[in-house]
């Protein structure tokens, strides 16, 4: 599987971006999505995951609010809609897929998922 990430760009605080996930060589069936983001000199961070299958999405608690994960079956892609953008959540944004369906408490663990992304940077000026 390969995974293509984009959308990311400079943003105003306040602002909004919208990041693509798209998965190559399979499609996402019976998966778990995720992201995460990475700021510079920081441990990785889940965002939030959602399960194929039936759709269920799980939030990272900070998360939860600004960010909207959703998807496009047909397309094969997952979206993390990022508003009211804030200078701390400027990151690397990586998204990441486990070939089986998830529990809540792993989906947050990047160790659960087997192909990365290259990642996308987003940069939220103040």
């Known amino acids: 599987v390969q995974l293509q990430a984009s959308g990311g760009g400079l943003v105003q605080t306040g602002g909004s971006l919208r990041l693509s996930c798209e998965a190559s060589?399979?499609?996402?069936?019976?998966?778990?999505v995720a992201w995460f983001r990475q700021a510079p000199g920081k441990e990785r961070e889940f965002v939030g995951a959602?399960?194929?299958?039936?759709?269920?999405?799980f939030y990272a608690g900070s998360m939860r609010g600004r960010f909207t994960i959703s998807r496009d079956r047909a397309k094969n892609t997952m979206y993390v809609q990022l508003n009211s953008l804030k200078p701390e959540d400027t990151a690397v944004y990586y998204c990441?897929?486990?070939?089986?369906?998830?529990?809540?408490?792993?989906?947050?663990?990047?160790?659960?998922?087997?192909?990365w992304g290259q990642g996308t940077l987003v940069t939220v000026s103040s």
């Open positions: 060589g399979r499609t996402f069936s019976g998966s778990t």
């Open positions: 959602i399960r194929w299958a039936n759709g269920q999405i």
């Open positions: 990441a897929a486990a070939l089986r369906t998830l529990i809540q408490s792993s989906a947050s663990t990047d160790a659960e998922y087997e192909y």
